[in-house]
């Protein structure tokens, strides 16, 4: 199920905070080692905030940086 809510999220067609609690950190953790490895980009992130679909707090979560657009 992380997998699913990982992609679901990387999709943009759910959002992290509705995420079940019992999945949050290891969906936050596939995101952030989908980062390293180049599969999903910090634009990517952001075009996600810039949608709606994601939150400012939760992008530093995820990147250790503040949003900017």
Same mark, same amino acid.
Request: a positive charge; charged letters at 30%.
């Given at each position: 199920?992380?997998?699913?809510?990982?992609?679901?999220?990387?999709?943009?067609?759910?959002? %992290?905070?509705?995420?079940?609690?019992?999945?949050?950190?290891?969906?936050? +953790?596939?995101?952030?080692?989908?980062? &390293? /490895?180049? $599969?999903?980009?910090?634009?990517? %992130?952001?075009?996600?905030?810039?949608?709606?679909?994601?939150?400012?707090? +939760?992008?530093?979560?995820?990147?250790? &940086? /503040?949003? $900017?657009?």
């Amino acid at each position: 199920m992380i997998k699913i809510w990982r992609n679901r999220i990387e999709a943009g067609t759910q959002k %992290l905070a509705d995420c079940p609690s019992r999945y949050r950190a290891g969906v936050v +953790e596939m995101i952030q080692s989908d980062l &390293e /490895k180049g $599969t999903i980009t910090k634009n990517d %992130l952001k075009a996600l905030v810039a949608s709606g679909m994601m939150t400012e707090a +939760e992008y530093k979560e995820i990147t250790g &940086e /503040k949003y $900017t657009a």
